[in-house]
């Protein structure tokens, strides 16, 4: 059942997420955009100005680029790819730090990412990452993955400190039968939002990166949400969660009203965000708190239980992302639209699938749609839609190729 978004803010109210599809497919083709980037800079990043956002509150974001996870391995990778960023005119760098409970710094309470084999890669990206940014006048937003808890379809191995896969069972989704969701090739299989101790471990997280990391300029959150692919169970079934929801609502089960099941679970998910909001403003309150969301708010709201409009007006977080990834212009337009109408006023940062485009015009004409339409900024998604990146080697003779025809033509 949808419900229509536009509706009065309430009393608390007025007080006041990439698949991984999509990254792998980034890697295919991105020389084509390079000259995109560095024109882009040169010209729309005064649009934002001109037209004169009437944001309720404003961030300084105005041209982003997300750097996925598998972009980088090596701290020379992390230097080359801040370079590029900086040559080209980035202001804001969302750099993936967590991708599925496992994470890419010396963490006390998530293992080394598996890109490393869960061992000290003898680098800190982040650190690495934070000093380039410092060189050359970039901010870094720390990208979280929030529920994701194990991609593929073997357990992970042992590790320090354990995963989650193994070191808390308990916290994944679980249907009826008591039976956790089940480990799929290529796909994520998701911690419970709806449990307390699931919303404090990646608060807690997001207070050791702001803690370890001072130069961070945020968190970034993404899968900050049910997860639609691959699922089939109406979860949570576990007797935790509807022991939860029933004291909460007064149903014995969710199967009585599904209208009050998802805005419980909707629920759920806001109060995750509030959760790591509350704790990132305890720790830096000058550091932002910004969440990658679906496409549209009634999708947001009907399929992944992602209330966003009501996230930005009880202030919990200070923009929105909304990913917008479509290679048709007016599709793209009507849903910036729709975005915009729903934030009311308050900051958008419109993402943008670049990695679809075969036309650079595309880009260009998504960009300025959005900036006209009155969104603070744009967002690259992703990096590697511009550059070589260590998750792709192929061909790299005719990448350089490319992006010398691209650069040097009129």
Not at 182 to 201: D, G, I
Request: proline residues 7%; negative net charge; aromatic residues 10%.
């Amino acid at each position: 059942m949808s419900v229509n978004l536009l509706t009065p803010a309430s009393s608390e109210e007025r007080c006041g997420s990439h698949s991984v599809a999509q990254i792998r497919r980034n890697h295919l083709g991105y020389s084509h955009h390079v000259r995109l980037c560095i024109l882009l800079l040169s010209g729309l990043s005064c649009l934002a100005g001109i037209t004169g956002c009437r944001q309720a509150t404003s961030v300084p974001i105005k041209k982003a680029i997300w750097v996925t996870r598998w972009d980088y391995s090596t701290e020379q990778d992390i230097v080359n790819i801040m370079r590029n960023i900086h040559y080209s005119g980035f202001d804001t760098v969302l750099f993936q730090v967590r991708g599925n409970g496992t994470v890419f710094y010396p963490s006390r309470l998530d293992p080394w990412a598996e890109e490393f084999n869960h061992q000290d890669p003898g680098f800190d990206p982040v650190e690495a990452v934070c000093r380039e940014a410092r060189v050359r006048g970039l901010k870094v937003h720390a990208w979280v993955n929030a529920v994701p808890g194990w991609r593929g379809d073997t357990p992970p191995p042992a590790t320090t400190p354990p995963q989650h896969w193994i070191e808390n069972p308990d916290w994944f989704l679980h249907s009826e039968a008591g039976e956790r969701q089940p480990l799929q090739p290529s796909y994520y299989v998701a911690l419970n939002p709806c449990l307390p101790e699931v919303r404090n471990h990646v608060a807690d997280i997001c207070q050791e990166l702001l803690e370890n990391y001072p130069d961070l300029a945020g968190i970034h959150l993404d899968y900050i949400r049910f997860l639609e692919s691959g699922v089939t169970v109406d979860y949570p079934r576990d007797p935790v969660s509807l022991k939860y929801f029933s004291e909460s609502t007064g149903q014995s089960t969710p199967d009585e009203n599904t209208v009050v099941w998802d805005r419980w679970r909707r629920d759920q998910v806001t109060e995750m965000v509030r959760t790591i909001s509350y704790r990132c403003r305890q720790t830096n309150r000058e550091a932002l708190v910004t969440a990658a969301v679906y496409r549209t708010p009634q999708i947001a709201y009907d399929r992944v239980m992602q209330d966003w409009p009501r996230w930005l007006r009880l202030g919990l977080i200070d923009a929105v992302f909304p990913m917008q990834y479509d290679r048709e212009v007016p599709r793209f337009e009507e849903r910036v639209g729709e975005c915009m109408q729903h934030a009311r006023g308050f900051p958008v940062i419109m993402g943008l699938g670049t990695y679809l485009h075969e036309n650079p015009k595309t880009t260009l004409s998504q960009e300025k749609s959005a900036l006209i339409q009155g969104c603070q900024g744009v967002s690259h998604f992703a990096y590697s839609s511009f550059w070589e990146s260590s998750a792709d080697s192929s061909n790299p003779l005719l990448k350089s190729q490319r992006r010398q025809e691209i650069l040097n033509s009129p």
